[in-house]
């Protein structure tokens, strides 16, 4: 499922939880209509689950086994309370949706800043317990009142070596200069991570880049990418991506460090490279829906546990997520330091990502994006 049809069913979910709260959709009707959104099994799951069992929403995929093994044991070692992870994908639209028709069925989910502030704002989610969550755990600027860091990653630079001999793209600019650098090109299907590499590609630097994309600065980071779309295959999912890696479809891309991480082990030798030049680094952020099935404590304490800087380099080392735990650092093998998105040297080759920013701008510019792609 795509970005659009996700916040499609998203929009189709909140529209029957408002209606059923409204007293305007039964409760049969509401069900149905959650079926057909396919979030009836997971109510189904929930309804004959234990009490005492933790449901962690994230957004599927090889992750969601490793959470579950990896996060998951632990806390279930720790407490004896099993966790079941739901690889759904915990939308600001489906997590409205449960907490608004009282049916949730997800404790604690992964999100990120900008969806966390748009449910905090629907009031959704609740506060994180500090007294329990540490905030000496997590980096600078990622312990907010409603959501807390669980990772860091990146929208990175990648490319194959062996179909562009005369050497990859160095920068941005390089990756639209198709001349060059021929071959197919991805980009993301979704604004997020996309029109900072546009902005630089203009010459902006990587300081500079929101607030080079004011009005006019989107309008122009958008026509850049009309430039490029007779040479873009767009990706959906990160496994999308890694896909027309896999399958050479393309040359080179804006693709999730997470997923880069996965390539570098499953393709051939000198046959992918990526690069923290130029690359968005975003936090991922733990929310806790209200009224969170198994309790705020043990939601609370699910995420103290994960917060253990040896989980967090193990957690690396599985699948690519840079710790949000500064202490893990050390822990992380040296060979494997360089995938690491938040080392100081990798941080300080990247554009921060900006709520505010998405906050602001996300929704108009999504369109604009979209039309000059796919339009």
């Not at 189904?44 to 957004?59: D, K, L, M, P, T």
């Not at 990120?112 to 007294?131: E, L, R």
């Not at 009005?215 to 999912?237: P, T």
């Not at 360089?338 to 996300?362: F, L, M, R, S």
């Amino acid at each position: 499922m795509d970005t659009s049809e996700r916040h499609f069913q998203s929009d189709l979910a909140e529209i029957a939880a408002e209606k059923y709260k409204a007293g305007t959709l039964s409760r049969r009707g509401f069900l149905t209509a959650m079926g057909a959104l396919g979030l009836v099994p997971l109510l189904g799951n929930r309804a004959i689950a234990q009490a005492s069992e933790v449901v962690v929403c994230n957004w599927g995929g090889q992750a969601s086994d490793i959470l579950r093994d990896l996060l998951g044991k632990a806390f279930e070692e720790e407490t004896g309370i099993p966790v079941r992870v739901d690889g759904a994908g915990p939308s600001a639209g489906k997590v409205r949706a449960m907490v608004e028709s009282g049916a949730v069925v997800w404790d604690v989910c992964d999100s990120g800043a900008g969806s966390a502030i748009v449910m905090n704002g629907a009031g959704v989610i609740q506060n994180i317990d500090y007294s329990i969550v540490d905030k000496s755990k997590v980096l600078d600027g990622t312990a907010l009142p409603f959501a807390v860091g669980n990772y860091v990653f990146s929208y990175a630079m990648a490319h194959n070596p062996t179909m562009l001999p005369d050497g990859g793209p160095q920068t941005w600019a390089d990756v639209w200069n198709v001349e060059d650098f021929p071959g197919m090109r991805t980009f993301r299907k979704s604004v997020r991570g996309q029109l900072e590499a546009a902005a630089q590609a203009m010459g902006v630097p990587k300081e500079d880049v929101y607030e080079f994309l004011d009005d006019e600065g989107i309008k122009a980071a958008i026509a850049k990418f009309r430039e490029l779309r007779d040479n873009i295959i767009v990706w959906g999912s990160g496994s999308d991506s890694q896909n027309l890696f896999l399958q050479g479809e393309v040359a080179m891309g804006n693709i999730y460090s997470t997923r880069g991480f996965l390539l570098k082990d499953q393709m051939e030798p000198g046959t992918f490279k990526m690069t923290y030049d130029g690359a968005l680094l975003q936090p991922g952020m733990w929310v806790v829906p209200k009224d969170n099935p198994a309790g705020t404590e043990t939601a609370m304490n699910f995420i103290a546990t994960v917060q253990d800087p040896q989980l967090q380099a193990d957690w690396f080392v599985a699948i690519g997520n840079g710790p949000i735990n500064p202490a893990a650092a050390a822990l992380i093998p040296a060979e494997l330091s360089e995938w690491n998105p938040n080392t100081p040297e990798n941080v300080a080759k990247q554009v921060i990502y900006n709520d505010e920013w998405y906050g602001k701008n996300q929704v108009s510019a999504e369109e604009l994006y979209i039309d000059a792609l796919i339009g």
